[in-house]
């Protein structure tokens, strides 16, 4: 059964809808930050993964300078200074401030059986921790954001949130932008190291997660402000190349005449390369002395190196394109020239022990010792690491340098962690900067459950895979008569913002730790957990905009929200939690479940098409709506609401607003 695409107007160049497929963010204070392709902007949180032995530990980013935007903070500073006045034998007391699960509150302070073990027999004024908790609700400062506290069970203080306050928070981000709420790290420059595939080999479905949750991580530094600088490690240095450039000589005799060279696929070049090393001694003597000539700086030999670099280059980009990724690349060859005098000052250090005919770092806690020069005298994954490490550190500046590779790399990062910090490179105090995380991501798996391939078991070509995406969005677009509305540029432009947009989502609502399946049909159903769901509900909104003839800028100047029921009231809720799950969460799939829980959020005795022209509700009149009133437009196609809202019934919620 194929999936359906649920698409309301055609996309131009300069469209927000278009801009999607790339997930991207919108800094301009002019965007209208409550609607849904403000938040689907930033679904991301960045993560790091403090490793140490086989504990992993999340990392959240920094807490915000002054807590624009973040309820719990700003909770945290109203609750610190009731604690302070309600145990004041108790120093540095940290207000554990938590939304409320159930309907209790908004959210809770939960000292009271904490605090009550550490003053019971000090104090006699509170005889347990319930009445720790009346003890903090009574000393609580007067605040506006609180409009009431109650104590429940054995302490816990569970707080409603002003309506007044709700309002002019979220007011104040409409006027003053989402930005503003970004968390602010005490960091200037970061370095992301992510996607890396290696030359003359094609980008293949195992970089597809690299690509998506790098430029992810990427994104949301960008948007707190830090300068990011973009690593693309490609695998462009080793003895592979011996073979690769010999192979081209034997196939192109004349190729210093040709302009460009005709290889069609380069994967299918670097294995006939492979079968002839592998089958033919005297190809792979000659292999093996390409190696040595373009190692000592041959200019031939380099000039050959440098043209297959520039076909995968280009080909890389073709994909890179089509995602919205933009990447600098600094591969393995970039550090290789700096790699002898690295392990001087790692050798100078007594760090490097000689072992087997090998130099190797002896590891605390490990069995085997992290390699830097094997017995051929040749580098290794393990030096070049390291010295792109001190490169990062000491000649790029960089304060944060995140990885991002499979799991199945873990010790491998433990290793050379563990000898940066030996060297004197990093702190021992994983929270301390200049530091450094390996974020690890899961398998991508077919539906037998088996790493994804295809039939005849080959990795599948990324750029088959969203050849494949694009054409099942623009075969649903299709099939709703979409091709007899939109040109064909917009027909194939909507494709691809639906169809990569699709796969870029669908990653990363799923766990970044664990495997996941890859399944077309889930990844564009227009109903669940999925951008097309999102999409659709941005369409809807900038329709209804549109239709509503208001001035928008005008409206965040001069508007007053009000959050009259408990529909809106919890979308007003769900949205002044951004700031804080962007901060706080442990995963990227929290803050992509918290952007779909946006667009979930629903009227349900309220009409949901709001235009002034049709309305008919009996809830809002035309001039409660319009005249300087700021509403929340979100949407949900149920059977109960469906097809309300005062003009013609729509299609299943899947046609044009009528």
């Known amino acids: 059964m194929k999936s359906s695409c649920l698409l309301l107007t055609p996309v131009s160049s300069s469209s927000h ?66 604690l302070r006045v ?15 699960a159930g309907n209790f509150g908004d959210y809770q302070c939960n000292n009271a059986m904490s605090l009550f073990s550490k003053i019971k027999g000090k104090n006699a004024e509170y005889k347990n921790p319930r009445s720790i908790g009346e003890g903090i609700v009574k000393n609580l400062p007067e605040s506006e954001m609180i409009e009431s506290c109650s104590v429940a069970g054995p302490g816990f203080v569970n707080v409603v949130l002003s309506k007044t306050w709700l309002a002019k928070s979220i007011r104040k981000m409409l006027a003053e932008g989402i930005q503003t709420w970004a968390p602010k790290l005490p960091i200037n420059r970061a370095v992301v190291d992510f996607s890396s595939p290696n030359i003359a080999k094609e980008m293949h479905v195992g970089h597809l997660r690299s690509t998506i949750i790098g430029d992810t991580l990427a994104r949301m530094l960008e948007f707190s402000g830090v300068e990011v600088l973009r690593r693309n490690h490609v695998g462009d240095w080793g003895t592979q190349f011996g073979m690769l450039i ?7 005799p004349q190729w ?20 002839r090393f592998d089958e033919d001694p005297d190809f792979k003597e000659r292999a093996q002395k390409a190696v040595v000539s373009l190692q000592g700086g041959d200019p031939k030999y380099h000039k050959a190196w440098a043209t297959i670099c520039e076909i995968s280059r280009r080909e890389f980009q073709k994909v890179y394109v089509r995602l919205g990724v933009h990447l600098e690349e600094k591969g393995e060859s970039f550090y290789n020239p700096y790699i002898p005098d690295v392990l001087k000052i790692l050798n100078s250090r007594g760090l490097i022990e000689e072992s087997e005919g090998a130099q190797v770092i002896f590891i605390e806690g490990k069995q085997i010792p992290l390699i830097v020069v094997k017995r051929d005298g040749g580098f290794n994954y393990a030096s070049t690491d390291l010295t792109a490490l001190w490169y990062r550190l000491n000649e ?163 508007g007053e929200l009000i959050l009259d029921c408990p529909e809106e009231r919890a979308l007003g809720l769900h949205l002044l939690h951004f700031s804080e799950v962007k901060h706080s969460s442990e995963d990227l799939s929290s803050f992509v479940s918290h952007t779909h829980a946006c667009a979930k959020c629903r009227f349900s005795k309220a009409p949901f098409v709001l235009m002034e022209n049709n309305f008919k509700g009996k809830r809002f009149s035309k001039e409660n709506i319009f005249k300087k009133k700021l509403y929340f437009l979100c949407f949900h196609g149920n059977k109960k609401t469906r097809g309300r809202g005062g003009g013609k019934k729509e299609n299943k919620w899947r046609g044009k607003v009528e």
């Open 17 to 82: 809808f278009l801009s999607l497929h790339c997930l991207s963010l919108s800094y301009s204070s002019t965007s209208l930050p409550s609607s849904v392709d403000q938040l689907i902007g930033f679904l991301r949180r960045t993560t790091k993964r403090v490793i140490s032995g086989s504990r992993i530990q999340a990392l959240s980013t920094m807490a915000t300078e002054d807590g624009v935007g973040n309820v719990k903070q700003l909770l945290a500073k109203v609750f610190e200074k009731s």
């Open 86 to 100: 309600t145990v004041p034998s108790e120093e540095d007391v940290e207000p554990l401030i938590a939304p409320c």
């Open 246 to 252: 010999e192979f081209l000589f034997e196939q192109f």
């Open 256 to 275: 210093e005449n040709e302009t460009e060279l005709p290889i069609k696929d380069l994967e299918g070049f670097y294995k006939q390369s492979k079968k």
């Open 396 to 558: 790029e500046k960089a304060e944060w340098i995140i990885y991002v590779t499979d799991v199945g790399q873990r010790e491998h990062f433990e290793m050379f962690f563990h000898a940066a910090k030996s060297a004197g490179w990093l702190p021992s105090d994983d929270n301390k900067y200049p530091k450094v995380n390996h974020v690890g991501f899961g398998l991508v798996l077919g539906e037998d459950g088996k790493r994804f391939r295809t039939r005849s078991s080959e990795v599948v070509r990324l750029v088959d895979l969203l050849d494949e995406a694009k054409n099942r969005s623009k075969e649903a677009l299709i099939e709703r008569g979409k091709d007899k509305e939109w040109s064909e540029e917009q027909l194939s432009q909507t494709a691809e913002a639906v169809g990569y947009g699709a796969v870029k989502y669908a990653d990363l609502k799923n766990n970044r730790l664990t495997n996941y399946t890859f399944n077309f049909d889930q990844m564009l159903n227009d109903k669940g957990n999925t951008a097309v769901y999102l999409l659709y509900a941005h369409a809807r909104i900038c329709s209804i905009i549109r239709k509503s003839g208001k001035d928008i800028e005008e409206l965040k100047k001069n």
